[in-house]
């Protein structure tokens, strides 16, 4: 079934009295577990995208149905649910929490959800485990490697229990064994169900997804879905 379907979608900023199209009119439609890399060159509105597939950003024009619900028809509250409900937003720059522990960290987007401290503590140390960082929970985040911090981050996507997992460029920061373990652990994560969207200017990681969307110019030029032999493991 559908999980995400942009249907004409535009943004438009306003520069002075010119408007920029950051995005044309996206039509794309995500089946649940699919694993999708966007791509294309620096300014084609892959970011835009993302941030309004992720609810943090709402188109100028078009629908944006996320499972079956009208995007621009939801409340902030609404908003606000879906993002810390549905989705789970991984960044180049890992945006954790640089004075907090690994734990305190995968905690925080269970902070607004009305259950005991104990159990926020058990949760996340759960998605700890699943990124192999149980050993690392009291570690503040500036005392992690690139690749440990972008696992703390993965954990704390986990830990709403999203279906959706999306990724802006999640590997830009890291070299070149480390995006490897990453990747492998975004093809677990896949396998375990997972629908994964990752932007990318990366070959490699478009190698890894199974559908490849290109943009130019804020519009899809391309969209390919790779055959079972065509893909690389
Ligand atoms: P990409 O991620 O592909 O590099 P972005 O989505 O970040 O592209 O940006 C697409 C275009 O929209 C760029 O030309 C960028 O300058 C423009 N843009 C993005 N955000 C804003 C903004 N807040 N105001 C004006 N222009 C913006
Ligand atoms: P990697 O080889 O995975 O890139 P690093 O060489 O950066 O990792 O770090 C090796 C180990 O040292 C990691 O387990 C990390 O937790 C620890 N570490 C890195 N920086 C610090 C620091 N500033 N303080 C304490 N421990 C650190």
């Known amino acids: 079934s559908k999980v ?5 979608i535009t943004k438009h900023y306003q520069m002075g009295d010119q408007t920029f199209k950051a995005l044309d009119g996206i039509n794309v439609d995500i089946d649940e577990n699919e694993y999708v890399a ?24 078009g629908e944006y149905h996320l499972k079956d619900k009208l995007v621009e028809k939801m409340s902030e509250t609404e908003l606000a649910q879906q993002r810390n409900k549905s989705v789970g937003f991984i960044f180049q720059s890992f945006n954790l929490l640089p004075r907090a522990s690994a734990l305190e960290n ?22 700890l485990k699943r990124v192999g960082l149980e050993d690392k ?13 972008q696992r703390v981050a993965i954990a704390r996507a986990l830990v709403t229990k999203p279906h959706i997992l999306l990724g802006d460029e999640p590997t830009g920061n890291l070299d070149s064994k480390t995006t490897q373990d990453i990747m492998k652990l ?3 994560l896949h396998e375990e169900g997972h629908t994964i969207i990752l932007v990318t200017h990366e ?15 804020g519009k899809v030029v391309a ?7 065509e893909r690389l493991h």
């Open 186 to 188: 975004f093809d677990e």
């Open 38 to 61: 966007i791509i294309g060159p620096s300014g084609s509105g892959k970011s835009t995208l993302m941030n309004i597939i992720g609810c943090l950003d709402t188109p100028t024009s």
């Open 4 to 8: 995400i379907q942009l249907n004409e």
């Open 223 to 229: 969209d390919t879905r790779k055959k079972t032999e």
């Open 106 to 127: 995968v905690m925080q987007p269970l902070v607004y959800r009305f259950i005991p401290q104990s159990e926020r503590q058990k949760q996340a140390l759960e998605s």
């Open 137 to 149: 929970i009291h570690h503040l985040s500036n005392q992690l490697s690139g690749g440990q911090r």
């Open 203 to 217: 070959q490699e990681i478009a190698d890894h997804c199974h559908r490849v969307i290109r943009l130019v110019d």
